[in-house]
């Protein structure tokens, strides 16, 4: 067997892979802003509301992250329209991203609230905080600081995970390739170089990520502020 | 009651382990033998078939109506039925090979199979590595949809979502008569073609008179029709370059079952469609 590689051809489309690139990249965003937005309050609620809520939560974050994330996209996409809600092949891929990026950031985000320390929630309280107040000047920042390599990691996790809403005919780079491989016959050159992008995407994605953590983190540390004087 | 689960499920996994096993060896065979009419005999190879009473016939198993396996495991469907009828007119006995979708012409090439009758499309492509018989069959693609929806021909597309599955004779055929503002909505696999249809996800979706008959008869409430015909495709028998003489005795076989009806009534019996006029060739 021998095959002769012949990437020209997908040179003469890179418009329309770019183009799929640019569409994971923009469902990515858009899912860990609003997913991140929706965790943050249900990981508040989790550890700080009542019983009822608590446990609600719970439920949520434990049937998101139990079930296949392809048969959540059917639901969305093929189910819903059953009950009137119908959404574009977009749309329902980005509320299908958010709803499962929402469900593992809770608990990632949980696990970072946990690990602050009781005195300083008790601190709070003595200084007359509310719950919110203690959320959002004691809480909120160290935690969301333990936490931030597994938050980061889990965006790439959903942007290489968005492949599999080709599936609901949202033209993403999967689909894309999908589509050019299936007309060409070139599936190792497409796909090959498919690869590539995604893996470019995952790696810029941790540097920018990177970035932001010694900008919003290391660049203002007190404590280092205080030993380095 | 636990036991007798694990023995079948050990017996599932050992049958599949040994049919991949026998899948690949078939495949690397396909490919090691690569003198077309492996072997030629004293007389050709209709001649051979003859002599040696066995007909080798390619069987591709993945494709409803035409290669199914039934509720045994055993090959079912139109085409299966077809190389049955063909064994029987040449009075030898059948021996099916069964190769997947891509492999039906290199299987033939190969030697391993004296025919292929695996619902082939006759193209030009295929013509220039196998001799077509006359077609024995034909497939339609067709746009289907609501009864509610609008849509007489091509140019009613306009503005509509046409769903299409990739990798099909409907992706190569639709988006070349779908007027610009239609917009083509890709699924990997039928089913969810068929699932974007149904719940209204697209207007309309292109797919094979068959798969649309059968979306249709399990979803009456969606109230499937057939809007128009895209294309027909004719399939057919082919034989290896040069194998003249099976080509001749297909040719005049195609053409008794034809007039005997035979051909119709194998067609309708798997399809639950009539089968139109056959053309000659």
């Known amino acids: ?229 | 009651m636990k036991r007798r689960e694990m023995l079948i499920g050990t017996a599932i996994g050992g049958a599949a382990g040994v049919a991949t096993l026998a899948a690949i060896t078939q495949s690397n065979q396909a490919f090691a033998q690569t003198t077309p009419g492996a072997q030629p005999g004293a007389g050709g190879t209709l001649d051979r078939i003859i002599k040696e009473k066995k007909l080798r016939v390619t069987a591709e198993v993945t494709s409803p109506p035409f290669g199914i396996l039934d509720k045994n495991n055993q090959p079912d469907g139109s085409e299966i039925a077809t190389s049955r009828q063909l064994a029987k007119d040449l009075g030898v006995e059948l021996e099916l090979v069964q190769v997947t979708a891509p492999q039906r012409i290199p299987a033939l090439l190969a030697g391993r199979a004296d025919v292929a009758i695996s619902s082939l499309s006759i193209t030009f492509d295929r013509a220039k590595t196998v001799m077509f018989a006359p077609p024995h069959g034909a497939l339609s693609i067709v746009i289907a949809g609501p009864k509610g929806k609008q849509i007489r021909n091509a140019e009613d597309m306009a503005g509509k979502k046409i769903g299409l599955t990739r990798a099909t004779l409907e992706e190569a055929t639709v988006p070349a008569i779908a007027p610009k503002s239609a917009s083509l909505v890709m699924f990997d696999d039928i089913a969810a073609t068929m699932q974007a249809m149904v719940s209204g996800q697209v207007d309309a979706a292109g797919m094979s008179a068959f798969a649309a008959k059968s979306v249709g008869d399990r979803n009456p409430k969606a109230e499937i029709e057939n809007k128009f015909t895209v294309t027909t495709a004719y399939y057919a028998a082919a034989v290896r370059p040069g194998d003249f003489d099976l080509l001749q005795f297909l040719r005049t076989w195609v053409f008794l079952n034809k007039q005997k009806g035979v051909l119709a009534e194998i067609y309708q019996k798997y399809t639950q469609v009539a089968l139109v006029d056959l053309p000659a060739m």
């Open chain 1, 1 to 229: 067997m021998k095959y002769v590689f012949q990437f020209g051809i997908v040179w003469d489309h890179l418009p329309q892979l770019l183009e799929g690139a640019w569409l994971t990249l923009r469902l990515s965003l858009g899912a860990f802003a609003l997913g991140f937005a929706v965790a943050v309050m249900l990981a508040f609620l989790r550890t700080a509301g009542p019983r009822g809520v608590r446990t609600a939560i719970a439920a949520y974050v434990e049937i998101i992250r139990n079930t296949p994330f392809l048969v959540q996209l059917f639901i969305i996409y093929f189910s819903l329209p059953a009950l009137g809600i119908r959404m574009e092949a977009i749309t329902a891929a980005l509320v299908g991203m958010s709803i499962n990026f929402s469900g593992y950031a809770t608990e990632i985000l949980r696990s970072g609230i946990e690990a602050v320390p009781k005195s300083q929630i008790e601190a709070g309280h003595s200084l007359g905080f509310t719950r919110m107040e203690i959320f959002r000047h004691i809480v909120a920042f160290p935690a969301l600081r333990t936490v931030y390599p597994a938050l980061a990691s889990q965006f790439v996790l959903l942007m290489l995970g968005s492949s599999v809403v080709a599936a609901i005919s949202a033209e993403e780079l999967t689909a894309v390739t999908n589509s050019l491989q299936s007309t060409t016959f070139r599936a190792f050159e497409f796909y090959f170089v498919a690869t590539a992008m995604y893996l470019a995407m995952a790696l810029g994605s941790r540097v920018l990520l990177n970035a932001l953590y010694w900008f919003v983190f290391e660049r203002r540390q007190p404590l280092r502020e205080a030993w380095s004087r």
